[in-house]
């Protein structure tokens, strides 16, 4: 039996509600996430941290939609996605979440410009074709690959790549974007301009900006900092004095 979308009151983009995951591995159940519960606010910056098998993945992967909670609950703007229909779910994150991962996740037979346009040719409700090629274009401007619109993933370097993917990720102004480690295959000089480009954009878009990172430097720019350890939220804190679009 289908499970319809349910309205939440809260005026956060993402509410997490006691959120939950265990897995049965060995005849023993492992529990990943053991009730997790914050808001993320329209326009907020959030660092997700932790050591490796603290759950951030996880959580990041249920903020995403991509997996179910063994119990609780995530609303992405105002819905309820835990335990939504696959064709509800894929319907409300096409429109709603932009992604972007380690390790770019572009389309090797498209070029630049077609990867940015992807998620837009597999929305139906995206708009004019025409439309979409111009703001397609104004994005890779926006982070300097106007140049290289018609070149294709094996003719970019990383940095090059990652800049595609977080143009494709904003091509729908999603009015969330979900960041997996995206600096952590480049080095420090184009890491820092992918967090440049980042910040920059969720200033110009008012996207809610959520990223897991392992890296203190990165996660100092965000305009708060959620850690963390054993499955559970240890930490959560605001930071005075970083780049925060709010």
Wanted: glycine share 12%; charged share 20%.
């Amino acid at each position: 039996m289908n499970t319809p979308a349910v309205a939440v009151t809260d005026a956060g983009m993402i509410v997490v509600s006691d959120l939950r995951k265990s897995l049965r591995t060995g005849g023993t159940t492992v529990d990943i996430l053991r009730g997790i519960d914050f808001t993320v606010g329209r326009g907020e910056f959030v660092a997700i941290m932790g050591a490796s098998g603290s759950g951030k993945s996880t959580l990041l992967g249920l903020l995403a939609g991509l997996d179910n909670p063994t119990s609780g609950s995530v609303a992405l703007n105002g819905t309820v996605i835990s335990n939504l229909p696959e064709d509800q779910l894929a319907q409300l994150r096409g429109k709603t979440i932009g992604f972007v991962f380690q390790s770019y996740q572009l389309i090797p037979t498209l070029t630049a410009l077609e990867n940015v346009l992807l998620p837009y040719e597999l929305n139906d409700d995206a708009g004019g074709w025409k439309a979409g090629v111009e703001r397609a274009r104004a994005l890779l401007d926006s982070v300097g690959l106007s140049g290289r619109v018609d070149h294709y993933p094996v003719q970019l370097s990383g940095g090059e790549q990652q800049r595609v993917a977080l143009a494709r990720a904003f091509i729908l102004r999603p009015p969330i974007v979900l960041a997996d480690e995206p600096t952590g295959n480049l080095d420090t000089v184009n890491g820092e301009h992918i967090l440049e480009l980042l910040l920059q954009l969720n200033r110009v878009e008012g996207t809610t900006l959520v990223l897991v990172t392992h890296d203190p430097s990165l996660a100092a720019h965000a305009g708060r900092r959620i850690t963390l350890s054993d499955g559970l939220v240890v930490s959560d804190e605001r930071q005075v004095g970083s780049s925060v679009s709010v």
